[in-house]
């Protein structure tokens, strides 16, 4: 384990959350394999709205995979929808929510599969006892209007029942501002 990555490993650790600044994120993830971020990031570009918008919004675009991850290696499941809790998610708890699947040459793609090795790396380091892990990727895409600001989470404030998360920006454009709350 890297400096950096034991630096966040630590933070996760005392704090329940790491901020990491891009320019440090890319060089981990490039010194991990990264290696087609490019077409990697293009892919954003092709996601289908999602239809369980509960105020009818267009505005959020999203694809969906799930994985498995072992010391052996990481592995796409078959497609399926995604599932919370009504104890997680008060709006959509209870609900298969079908999404278009995260396209084939994503899934298999290096930089995928290099961020999620990342990720199986990093939160095996603060838990060592969990040899398999579930690992599911959510492609979101919030689009915002001068008239009207995006909504990443109408369905407000809610946890999603997993232990570790990694949310990364992959690119943008015509932004002024932004927030989102750590631990919330």
Not at 108 to 135: D, H, N, Q, Y
Request: proline share 6%; with cysteine.
């Amino acid at each position: 384990m890297t400096d950096s990555l034991a630096t966040i490993a630590g933070m996760l650790g005392r704090d329940g959350f790491a901020f990491v600044r891009a320019p440090e994120m890319q060089a981990l993830l490039e010194t991990a394999g990264l290696r087609d971020w490019a077409s990697f990031a293009i892919s954003w570009d092709d996601l289908g709205v999602d239809a369980y918008m509960a105020d009818g919004g267009r505005y959020r675009r999203r694809r969906f995979a799930a994985f498995r991850a072992s010391s052996v290696g990481i592995a796409r499941k078959p497609h399926q929808p995604h599932y919370q809790g009504r104890e997680y998610n008060a709006l959509f708890g209870g609900i298969a929510r079908s999404f278009e699947p995260v396209a084939p040459e994503i899934g298999a793609g290096p930089s995928l599969l290099t961020i999620l090795s990342f990720c199986r790396t990093l939160f095996g380091e603060l838990v060592p006892s969990v040899k398999r892990w579930r690992m599911e990727v959510h492609q979101f895409r919030i689009e915002a209007r001068s008239d009207r600001p995006g909504q990443p989470t109408p369905e407000g404030v809610h946890r999603d029942g997993v232990d570790f998360v990694l949310v990364l920006l992959i690119e943008r454009h015509n932004i002024a501002r932004g927030n989102s709350v750590p631990g919330s």
